[in-house]
T-cell receptor, first 113, second 113 residues
Framework: DTEVTQTPKHLVMGMTNKKSLKCEQH?????MYWYKQKAKKPPELMFV???????INESVPSRFSPECPNSSLLNLHLHALQPEDSALYLC????????????FGPGTRLTVL | GQQVMQIPQYQHVQEGEDFTTYCNSS?????IQWYKQRPGGHPVFLIQ?????EVKKQKRLTFQFGEAKKNSSLHITATQTTDVGTYFC?????????????FGTGTLLAVQP
């Protein structure tokens, strides 16, 4: 099973809402990632969790809050977002670290009104 | 900062024609990975190159890693409509302040039947 699942597929939220994105993998991977992708642009790394510990935060605003409850799950909590945060949010996982193949989930398309 | 540029940004070919995208890094890379993202989809891993001068083939796709490990190319022979999508290279800089996968700017391939 080389699948990374993400829910929801689509999310529309207001600037005062609180919502969460979820990501799950059952490949035994120990590194998990959040990326943000704007239209016609490459994915931009936001966070990396390695062995359930946050190892990289790419200076992401605090309105994005990641959480790794266990080795299979990764959440991204959203609060007080801005319209410019509208994008495709991709979760990925890899065996050990970022030198390994990254398997991407289908993404959550987020629209902030 | 570290940058990975791809050219061309966009290529439109007739089905059956060949296609090449070039990836150039401002710094030496420890490895290079290639991903394909179909329209509306998510990045899917194609291949990883590690050694200087390495060449790998996957059916109609040929991947090269430059001798200086700062550039790479993907060549598709006799394109098919199923090849449509954006092709991203992604590399890990040697000895940088942050050891993370940096995506190239991408090349969008359109194939006309």
């Amino acid at each position: 099973d080389t699948e990374v699942t993400q829910t929801p597929k689509h999310l529309v939220m207001g600037m005062t809402n609180k919502k969460s994105l979820k990501c799950e993998q059952h490949m035994g991977h120990r590194a998990m990632y959040w990326y943000k992708q704007k239209a016609k642009k490459p994915p931009e790394l936001m966070f990396v969790y390695s062995y359930e510990k946050l190892s990289i935060n790419e200076s992401v605003p605090s309105r994005f809050s990641p959480e790794c409850p266990n080795s299979s799950l990764l959440n991204l909590h959203l609060h007080a977002l801005q319209p410019e945060d509208s994008a495709l949010y991709l979760c990925a996982s890899s065996q050990g670290d970022y030198t390994d193949t990254q398997y991407f989930g289908p993404g959550t398309r987020l629209t902030v009104l | 900062g570290q940058q990975v540029m791809q050219i061309p940004q966009y290529q439109h070919v007739q089905e059956g024609e060949d296609f090449t995208t070039y990836c150039n890094s401002s710094t030496t890379l420890s490895n290079i990975q290639w991903y394909k993202q179909r329209p509306g989809g998510h990045p899917v891993f194609l291949i990883q190159l590690v050694k200087s001068g390495e060449v790998k083939k996957q059916k109609r796709l040929t991947f090269q890693f430059g001798e200086a490990k700062k550039n790479s190319s993907l060549h598709i022979t006799a394109t098919q409509t199923t090849d449509v999508g954006t092709y991203f290279c992604a590399g890990i800089p040697y000895g940088g302040a942050t050891n993370k996968l940096i995506f190239g700017t991408g090349t969008l391939l359109a194939v006309q039947p």
